[in-house]
């Protein structure tokens, strides 16, 4: 009878595993199912193709067989390691350009200029990127099998590290374009910071200069109390009253007596 207990311990163990970054970047190539006729009656199996790199120059392939699909992954995995070779790079891609004659296949490697990508089909693309080769142009042109494309570009690869070590060819590494690739983004970016601050101060002295250049706006004075004005009373004038002219008494006229 089988422990729940340890059924989930065993997963949460699986978890933690599949959640922690890898080293190398794993790619399933081909599976095929095999079926063996023994006495018992038919034995049942898988064989995996792998194809293992670091993306910085390291690739491997390996061929994994097993019963179930979980154990000829790592079987595949564990084999494409011990197989590994260091890719020569020139910058992004490779430094010349090659053919390869491997059984029924055959291979054509050829440069590219920096941002072309990689031009290849489905089994060269899978080793070409797990060796970290981001310029390239590949062609097929010998026998569709995936399995024979994938060794084929494999010894091309091969054969490059061959030539470069014989010759003494000095390449660039990864590395060192990566520390180019990120000197220029930064002084890209100091750049545009330092234009974006001209331009700031350009608009702010174009602000002030607009401000002296306009009328300035007189605030009201504050109403001052008014001064008094002490005005001198003049005396009135009165003008002179005129003598009344008296009345003329009547004359009495008297009769003298006789």
Do not use: C, H, W
Request: hydrophobic letters at 40%.
């Amino acid at each position: 009878m089988i422990d729940p207990k340890a059924a989930k311990a065993r997963n949460n163990n699986y978890n933690a595993a599949d959640k922690e970054p890898k080293e190398f970047d794993e790619k399933v190539v081909q599976v095929s199912r095999v079926s063996k006729k023994t006495k018992g009656g038919n034995k049942m199996g898988f064989s995996i193709l792998m194809v293992v790199g670091d993306r910085k120059g390291r690739v491997g392939v390996g061929l994994g067989k097993s019963n179930d699909v979980q154990s000829a992954i790592r079987k595949g995995v564990k084999k494409a390691k011990k197989k590994m070779i260091t890719v020569p790079l020139d910058g992004t891609t490779i430094p010349f350009s090659v053919v390869v004659k491997l059984g029924a296949g055959k291979v054509m490697l050829k440069p590219a200029p920096k941002g072309s990508g990689v031009i290849a089909g489905g089994p060269v693309r899978a080793v070409v990127e797990a060796a970290g080769i981001r310029d390239i142009s590949t062609k097929i042109l010998g026998s569709s099998n995936q399995s024979v494309s994938v060794y084929a570009t494999f010894e091309a690869l091969i054969k490059i590290q061959k030539l470069v070590s014989i010759k003494g060819i000095k390449l660039k590494s990864i590395a060192e374009i990566e520390r180019e690739e990120a000197k220029v983004l930064r002084e890209l970016s100091e750049k545009a910071a330092a234009k974006s601050e001209a331009q700031i101060q350009e608009a702010k002295a174009q602000k002030a200069a607009s401000q002296k250049a306009a009328p300035k706006k007189v605030a009201p004075k504050a109403a001052q109390p008014k001064a008094e004005v002490k005005s001198e009373v003049k005396p009135e004038v009165k003008p002179e009253a005129k003598p009344e002219a008296k009345e003329a008494k009547p004359e009495v006229k008297t009769e003298e007596k006789k």
